[in-house]
């Protein structure tokens, strides 16, 4: 019930009736003046949720590393015993499941919910509430999906969940059944979640802003969640017809009945594959903004980047059919398919080629930040070129599931994606939490990051080509060649290798607690940076800015702080960022209106999360569930976006809801 | 110091443990009504603990203000209510469980309401603010439940007499159902100066009609043809003679959806029986397929008269006498250059009581081997 | 080590993708000592059978061609791309230069950066779809076979026909090696029972899936005897990585005889010999699901096996011939001892014909393997065959059980299977 | 703005249950096909009742714009009204369906078939369930921001709804498989 919510919170709704002062509400109050765990919990504020995503993130981060350590000791040595065939294919389903769903893209939202806004110019999200909604709703869906390690096995198919293999007679635990409905909840939490921001991006725009003047990083996150809002419904098609499958006895991949399994996979990679894109591209848009700053110097060809991103988003959705050349489609679709492919690759390089520029003719400064973004282009470069090697279809029936594949999107996903995610951790850490990340662990963990990364996934192209086979739980000597340099040798690498990254990525965690503890309090404008997030405080006031931005260019805060000599057309500093976010605040706004906190979106996502357990436990518990759902959307839906004055304790006569800001001299 | 309120609450409480008891000794353990009024007990205590927790019904306050409040306490149905739902609840549990469930979902609600009614209206002195309380805690609760109440009311009666009436009866109503809502729209859209008391009554009138016309509809059951329907299982069986059957092959298929993996094409022509299999290009007289093998069989018709394939899968012996029954498998009656699919799955081999064959009822004495081995 | 002469550069290659370029730029003044270590790799590198660059019949020639013309050139491409980073890195550090000139870009440049890649990636394109049609011929078969997965092992069924002159009278059925003659076009005709599988010799062709309720081509041709390695490569469940294949290519003259051989009902064992009691166990227990053509019951009718009755794929190995195969199990194990399967492994290949055809000796048969396996089967490769958890599969095992046999048992049985050439 | 792109995604969403269904329709190995049991005139009368709904929330949206609010809240109980009468046919046509041997998992098509429908059926409950309770907002006069957008959204959504009733009544009940 998105649609009654107004985007922008209005003056105080006037009440009917005469308040009479001395009285609350009761429970049935607003958790307006929450303070402790409550102000987070009810909290609609971006930024709050933002961090939220983001510890959520990084908690599963950590919980699917565990998972892919488990699986690298497993296969260090052939016939490997420390996990059952069962517990392995659980795990490494899982790993995949939590790292795309519970890791890579609440990681994004953390980064989209935070900056979006920041970068917009924009008080706040387009849809506070939904926003919190959207969050409660994906944790819902991980709380949902990993309970069923503790309910009788987690789900075992494969984080593609290809049927029949899928299906009640071949998985038979319930574990299939938690996953189903587990990303259907954290899909429709994106979903929400990506309707709210594309309406953030293309209404709340600082004035002046056009959409070419938009930071790049906006640009990404704007083609993701129109990826996400034309994919996700394609995987609740899916998923719908899975759980309906499993639950209730329908027959569409029965193939007695002549169901066609390739149905499944159809849907799965229509979404699958933009989901790839969805992964990917946020991290593109953080390098994006880290590059220019570090190389003080505009990005090289911004219209190029922007439009290469689109049509990455757009071409992203014709090429599902690679990932089932193996499959049987007939010559036409796969030549057809294969050449799809290939056009991908071009806006890819345009991006790299962009980058590349950009940093020439720069100053560049080596900044942690910076490191982990060239680190990205590099490795994001091979994985691509071996993209490039299986879009050619027959080379690909012999690459396709094998270690090579595994070798690629890893060098796609944890050097592309997940560097990208670092570099916005140590640019953005600042800005966040006030304080600058250490720069000196911050190499030690780039470079761990870097060696591990390279011996652990590097070492899986020749094992791919070589002829092992992905998702097995055991690899064997009778296969594994001779000599020095067969399975035995490559397999000990990657799995030695992922200790070194576990190791690189611990220095992080460190790094994250020696910060908290002793880090050393952050300038202003740390980096010299480019974009709006910079010209107000960090950690940045509840209400963002002071002072609604106007904007005149692109990186609008470096020409607020360099001008071309007229004469010389040298660059010129003509402020600093802390004398701009100073006279911000000299000249702050009187009145700012701030949406209020509320009860109903979590209360929403429990009630999904019970009809989610009524699924699979029975009918009783579901009907407890959509009552819960309609009677908290309900309230969502009649609950004013600002809180009256009668929700305060003791109530308001007016203007609580109102931030009156004293200037500061 | 336990409050007025939360003594109320857990009066229920108890008295619904209580309920629960006498039904789960007297009738049935696992029953769904046992479940239903501990539920009640559950929620009643945890509204108690919590009403008890803030404090909100403190009567030594509370009773001070209604001293003082100059607005008596509004008139009340749920009172009322909450008989009512008694006596269904009572009705229910010797005659029908469905009665029984309304009893409680009936109570809960007259419950929850008058709970909640009777706290707002102390809240305050100011019975405008007292509405405006009531009507914060418990709105989003009333619309969508007595929405959703109102569709499938209206969906569940409509449907029982559209069950009961012919189908042609059947869209004639629907037709005059819905014109009729239409009209009574149009009609107090145009007459502004209609009197409120008359549009109440035909919408009084209207609901009336529909709940008694469609309880008495329930009542009478469903019109013939769908009973036998139910009762004979028209399509559940294939029939495989040479003429058209009246129900299996009424209205048939005339293309197939199934393009791709097709073991074997069969074809009619000019009175010829023929395969082709996947992957030769010469016609074969044997079709193998593996043991307990999904196959798919296509059968092409391609002369004027109509025709059907049969598969013959050899005898089974039926119960203990020794009866031999044949097994066959077959498409429904195919048109010319009409195309039918045949799905097999064979769990036992040819040698254990064939042969197998391909045959078409009405071209005699031709057939087309089925070896599965 | 491999004779094939193609085979260092192809290693050189490869390893330059796991190696050299992802940490190139990362320390440059190793990528000396790292190129010395590639070729000393490229060396040492012994063939895995299931290498992927190492073409045995002309359809994975065919694929190797489009490898060699995408590898090097994304190679190139690479280099070339690493160099430039490692330039910009490199030239344009912070040595305390002013601040640069704000340029936001160069449209000239940057259309010619896209058509670059563009034309390059056509040129591949052309290829590939040249590549994608070639494969897909089947018009000039000389030999089909149906090919059908189930968890987890493969079964082959040969349907009556003549190929290169030799009659296969009537169906035969086999289950874990793949039997081709050499220099002949064969088409497997690919589906499955359960879930999807995926048909996969590296030596002799890409892979294909086996999808149920679909029949799946895939055409495979070896242009010499020997043995080829494969596995399946699609996910299909709980023994996923215990479910592989074997391909056999035999000079159409072996071929002959191994069809001449497979044709043949089992014969009845000696009387009063171990096997005879061995043939009692096999009837009272194994016969529930493996068929053994001519095998007869005590009152002279056919044994006819139910797998269907107590697996959910309704087929079980035949086991026939199963001293013709040296593997069992899915090809998962050997039922050779390792020396012999060495021996048959390495054979050149004039000699390969006669060793294979020799089948499993009694001094080669591997006891230890196979009477671990009939003592507890799902210990050795994990099945679902826990009688207490069948309620989703209809009560019946995906996988063979334990049949808790005596040791007595065991012995005869193995007997027995052994008479069975 | 929202709800348009919330009409997109939910666009997907009946294309991928659509296609499910083009896909599955004339797989039967038992039970009855759809051109054995289904009632065209019934249908073609319950989806006329459906457009006349479309009518009327375009009447409940003007009115509500020039701020006529006794009418609109007629119009919405009306629009309401021929939604549920919609339901309870499709209700009728299920039961009928069941009782002729068609149950939800009898064969590929009724899978498919009644999770389409099904799903388009519990869109239109889900927006009866909202215009009722928007009339009941509207005279208890409780709404939150513009009435006449609030309104005007649902009516989008209604409009929606009925558009891919068009499609599907098309698509499954008059092409013939």
Redesign the interface.
């Given at each position: 019930m998105a649609i009654i919510e107004r985007p922008t919170p209005t003056a105080a709704i006037t009440l009917r009736a005469p308040v009479t002062p001395a009285q609350s509400m009761g429970i049935v109050r607003r958790p307006v003046t929450s303070t402790g765990w409550k102000s987070w919990v009810f909290t609609v504020d971006h930024k709050k949720i933002g961090i939220m995503y983001g510890v959520f993130a990084m908690f599963f981060f950590i919980v699917g590393g565990v998972e892919a350590l488990l699986i690298r000791l497993q296969l260090a040595t052939p016939d490997g015993k420390v996990l059952?065939?069962?517990l392995y294919?659980q795990m490494f389903t899982m790993h995949a499941t939590t790292m795309i769903f519970l890791f890579a893209m609440p990681m994004a939202a953390a980064f989209a919910n935070y900056f979006l806004p920041l970068q917009l110019g924009a008080r706040d999200v387009a849809f506070p509430r939904l926003n919190a909604l959207g969050l409660w709703l994906l944790v819902a869906g991980g709380l949902i999906l990993n309970a069923s390690w503790f309910l009788g096995g987690a789900a075992?198919?494969?984080w593609?969940m290809?049927s029949?293999?899928s299906g009640?007679?071949?998985?038979?635990s319930n574990g299939v059944d938690f996953w189903t409905l587990g990303v259907q909840i954290a899909g429709f939490g994106s979903l929400i979640g990506s309707i709210n921001l594309i309406v953030t991006i293309l209404n709340m725009r600082a004035p002046g802003m056009t959409l070419m003047k938009m930071p790049v990083f906006c640009w990404m996150i704007l083609v993701v969640q129109f990826l996400l809002v034309f994919s996700l419904p394609v995987i609740t098609v899916a998923l719908v017809l899975l759980t309906f499958q499993r639950s209730f006895g329908a027959t569409f991949f029965d193939?007695a009945q002549?169901?066609?399994?390739?149905l499944w996979q159809h849907l799965f990679w229509i979404f699958g594959h933009p989901e790839v894109y969805v992964l990917i591209l946020p991290a593109f848009g953080i390098i994006t903004e880290v590059l220019p700053t570090f190389?003080?110097?505009?990005?090289?060809?911004?219209p190029?980047v922007v439009f290469s991103g689109a049509s990455i988003g757009l071409v992203g959705f014709g090429v599902w059919s690679h990932h089932m050349f193996?499959?049987?489609l007939?010559?036409i679709s796969?030549?057809a398919f294969?050449?799809a492919t290939?056009?991908i690759?071009?806006p890819t390089?345009?991006k790299?080629?962009?980058w590349?520029?950009t940093?020439?003719?720069?100053?560049?400064?080596?900044s942690t930040a910076m490191k982990f973004s060239?680190g990205l282009?590099?490795?994001f470069?091979?994985g691509g070129?071996?993209g490039?090697?299986h879009?050619?279809?027959?080379?690909?029936?012999?690459?396709?599931?094998?270690y090579y594949i595994v070798?690629h999107f890893h060098?796609v996903l944890f050097g592309g994606m997940v560097f990208g995610l670092f570099s916005g951790f140590y640019y953005w850490w600042p800005k966040v939490f006030g304080k600058m990340l250490n720069e000196k662990l911050g190499g030690w963990n780039f470079?761990l990051m870097?060696?591990g990364m390279?011996m652990t996934f590097?070492?899986?192209?020749?094992l791919?080509?070589?002829?092992?086979?992905?998702?097995?739980?055991?690899?064997t000597e009778?296969?594994?060649?001779?000599?020095?340099?067969?399975?035995g040798f490559w397999n000990k690498i990657a799995s030695l290798g992922s200790l070194i990254l576990t190791i690189g990525i611990l220095f992080f965690l460190i790094n994250i607690v020696y910060t908290a503890r002793k880090g050393k309090i952050a300038p202003l404008d740390p980096w010299d940076a480019r974009t709006l997030e910079w010209i107000t405080t960090s950690p940045p006031k509840e209400h963002n800015f002071d002072r609604i931005p106007v904007v005149h260019h692109?990186d609008d805060f470096f020409h607020r702080k360099?001008q071309?000599d007229a004469t010389t057309?040298?660059?010129v500093q003509i402020a600093t960022g802390e004398q701009l976010v100073r006279a911000e605040e000299a000249n702050a706004d009187a009145h700012i209106h701030l949406p209020s906190p509320s009860y109903w979106p979590i209360a929403i996502a429990v009630g999904v999360g019970t009809l989610g357990f009524g699924v699979v436990y029975g009918v009783p518990i579901m009907i407890v569930g959509v009552l819960m759902i309609l009677g908290s959307s309900f309230g969502f839906v009649l609950e004013p976006s600002v809180a009256q004055d009668i929700d305060y304790d003791p109530p308001a006569s007016g203007g609580q809801d109102t931030k009156e800001l004293a200037p500061l001299g | 110091m336990i409050t007025t309120g939360s003594k109320y609450c857990f009066g229920i409480a108890g008295l619904g443990s209580l309920g629960a008891l006498i039904y789960m000794i007297l009738i049935n353990p696992s029953d769904v009504g046992v479940l239903a009024l501990l539920g009640i007990a559950i929620a009643m205590s945890i509204v108690g603990g919590v009403t008890q927790f803030t404090g909100d019904f403190d009567a030594d306050t509370v009773s001070d203000a209604i001293t003082v409040s100059a607005s008596a306490p509004a008139n009340s149905m749920w009172p009322l209510l909450l008989a009512l739902g008694g006596v269904l609840l009572l009705v229910g549990m010797t005659t029908n469980p469905i009665i029984f469930l309304l009893g409680i979902v009936v109570i809960v609600a007259a419950g929850i309401e008058w709970a909640l009614q009777s706290w707002a209206e102390r809240a305050s002195e100011d019975s405008a603010f007292n509405r405006f309380v009531r009507e914060r805690a418990l709105t989003s609760l009333e619309l969508p439940l007595l929405a959703g109440g109102a569709v499938a009311v209206i969906a569940i009666a409509f449907s029982r007499i559209m069950l009961a009436v012919s189908p042609e009866n059947g869209a004639i109503i629907f037709i005059v159902v819905a014109t009729a809502v239409l009209a009574v729209g149009f009609l107090i859209a145009v007459k502004t100066n209609l009197k409120k008391t008359s549009i109440t009554a035909v919408c009084v009138l209207g609901a009336v009609a529909l709940l008694v016309s469609g309880g008495i509809a329930g009542q009478s059951g469903n019109r013939e043809q769908l009973v036998s329907a139910a009762a004979e299982e028209h399509y559940s069986h294939k029939d495989c003679e040479e003429t058209a059957s009246k129900y299996f092959d009424k209205n048939s298929e005339k293309t197939v959806s199934m393009k791709?993996?097709?073991?074997a094409t069969i074809r009619v022509k000019d009175g010829k029986l023929s395969a082709q299999?996947?992957?030769?290009?010469a016609p074969v007289a044997?079709v193998?397929v593996?043991?307990?093998?999904?196959a798919?069989i296509l059968f092409r018709n391609l002369d004027d008269e109509e025709h059907r394939l049969v598969a013959n899968l050899g005898v089974k012996k039926v119960g203990e006498t020794g009866v031999v029954e044949k097994i066959v498998d077959c498409t429904q009656m195919t048109g010319k250059n009409q195309t039918q699919a045949l799905l097999l799955k064979i769990?036992?081999?040819s040698?254990?009581s064939g042969p197998y064959t391909f045959t078409v009822p009405g071209l005699e004495g031709q057939e087309i081997a089925l070896?599965v081995? | 080590?491999s004779h094939e002469g193609t085979l260092p550069v192809s290693k050189q290659n490869?390893?330059i993708?796991?190696?050299v370029?992802?940490?190139g730029?990362?320390n440059r003044k190793k990528t000396a000592v790292m190129a010395f270590g590639v070729l000393f790799?490229a060396g040492?590198?012994?063939?895995?059978?299931?290498?992927?660059?190492q073409p045995k019949g002309e359809n994975?020639s065919?694929?190797n061609t489009?490898?060699w013309i995408?590898?090097p050139l994304?190679?190139v491409?690479?280099v070339a791309?690493?160099a430039?980073?490692g330039f910009?890195?490199w030239r344009?550090?912070?040595k305390g230069?002013?601040?640069?000139?704000?340029?936001?870009?160069?449209?000239a440049?940057?259309i010619t950066?896209?058509i670059i890649?563009?034309l390059i990636?056509s040129v591949?394109?052309v290829?590939?779809?040249r590549?994608?049609?070639q494969?897909?011929q089947?018009?000039d078969?000389q030999m089909?076979i149906?090919v059908?997965g189930q968890q987890w092992w493969w079964?082959y069924?040969y349907?009556?026909q003549v190929v290169n002159g030799v009659e296969i009278s009537?169906?035969i059925?086999t289950a874990g090696q793949l039997v081709i003659p050499t220099d002949t076009k064969v088409?497997l005709?690919e589906?499955s029972?359960?879930?999807?599988h995926?048909y996969?010799i590296?030596a002799l062709?890409?892979?294909?899936?086996a999808?149920?309720?679909?029949?799946?081509?895939l055409r495979l041709q070896a242009y010499k005897p020997g043995i080829y390695?494969g596995?399946?490569?699609?996910?299909?469940?709980?023994?996923?990585?215990?479910m592989?294949m074997e391909a056999v290519a035999l000079e159409p003259a072996d071929f002959a005889t191994w069809v001449a051989n497979q044709q043949r009902n089992a014969q009845q064992p000696a009387q009063a010999s171990l096997a005879q009691e061995g043939e009692g166990v096999f009837l009272n227990q194994c016969i529930r699901c493996h068929?053994v053509n001519g095998l007869k019951k005590a009152d002279g009718t056919?044994a006819?096996a139910?797998?269907?009755e107590n697996v959910?794929?309704?087929?079980a190995p035949n086991l026939t011939h199963l001293m013709s195969r040296n593997t069992f199990a899915g090809a998962a194990f050997?039922l050779v001892t390792s020396d012999c399967r060495k021996n048959i492994w390495t054979a050149s290949p004039e000699q390969f014909g006669a060793a294979y055809l020799e089948g499993v000796s009694p001094k080669c048969l591997n006891q230890t393997n196979l009477r671990r396996w009939l003592r507890n089967a799902p210990e050795m490769k994990?099945m679902y065959a826990d009688p207490t958890?069948l309620?989703?599969?209809d009560g019946k095992y995906?996988g063979m059980p334990n049949l808790n046999l005596s040791e007595s048992d065991i012995d005869k049985l193995v007997a027995y299977l052994s008479t069975l050439k | 703005m929202a709800m348009w792109l919330f009409l997109g995604s939910e666009c997907l969403l009946f294309g991928g249950l659509i296609s499910t269904y083009m896909l599955y329709r004339g797989r039967i190995t038992q039970g009855p096909r759809p051109s054995q049991i289904f009632d065209i005139p019934f249908t073609s009368v319950s989806s006329f009742v459906l457009l006349m709904s479309s009518l009327t929330m375009v009447l409940a949206v003007t009115s509500t714009q020039r701020r006529d609010y006794e009418r609109s809240k007629l119009w919405l109980t009306v629009t309401a009204l021929l939604g549920a009468t919609f339901v309870g046919g499709q209700v009728y046509e299920f039961t009928a369906f069941y009782n002729e041997g068609l149950g939800f998992t009898t064969n590929l098509f009724s899978s498919s078939f009644y999770t389409l429908t099904g799903f388009h059926g519990v869109h239109v409950t889900v927006g009866v369930i909202m215009l009722m309770a928007l009339r009941g907002i509207i005279s208890k006069n409780r709404d939150t921001g513009d009435r006449a957008e609030v309104v005007e959204l649902i009516g989008l959504y209604w409009h929606f709804v009925d558009i891919v009733w068009i499609i599907i009544f098309t698509l499954v009940y008059l092409i013939p498989a």
């Open positions: 059952s065939a069962d294919n075992d198919g494969g593609f290809y029949p293999n009640p007679v071949f998985s038979p193939v002549g169901a066609d399994p390739l190389s003080r110097k505009p990005l090289f060809g911004y190029f193996a499959t049987g007939g010559p796969v030549a294969s050449i290939m056009a690759a071009i390089g345009v790299i080629f962009n590349t520029l940093m020439w003719g720069g100053k560049i400064w080596y060239i282009i590099v490795l470069t091979i070129l071996s490039v090697t879009a050619v279809a027959p080379s690909d029936t012999q690459q396709t599931d094998t070798a060098y470079w870097v060696i390279n590097g070492p899986m192209h020749i791919g080509l070589q002829g092992q086979p992905r998702r097995m739980y055991v690899w009778a296969r594994a060649g001779e000599g020095l340099f067969n399975f692109l360099y071309e057309g040298e660059l | 791709s993996g097709i073991l299999l996947i992957g030769l290009d044997t193998t593996a043991r307990s093998n999904q798919t769990n036992k081999p040698a254990s070896v081995p | 080590m490869m390893t993708f796991g190696g370029k992802s940490q730029r990362l790799m040492c590198a012994r063939d895995a059978p299931q290498d992927t660059w994975a065919n694929i489009l490898q995408v590898f994304a190679g491409v690479g791309v690493f430039l980073i910009v890195l344009y550090r912070d230069q002013a601040i640069p000139h704000q340029s936001h870009g160069n449209p440049v940057e950066l896209t890649p563009a990636l591949v394109g290829f590939t779809f590549g994608i049609f494969l897909a089947t018009n078969t089909v149906n059908t079964e069924d349907p009556a009537q169906p059925i088409l005709r589906t029972r359960d879930v999807i995926s996969w590296p062709n890409g892979k294909k899936d999808v149920p309720g679909r029949i799946n081509l390695a596995q399946c490569t699609e996910f299909c469940g709980l023994s996923h990585a215990n592989r068929q056919a006819i139910a797998p269907d959910y794929s309704g087929a050997d994990p958890k309620a989703s599969s995906r | -």
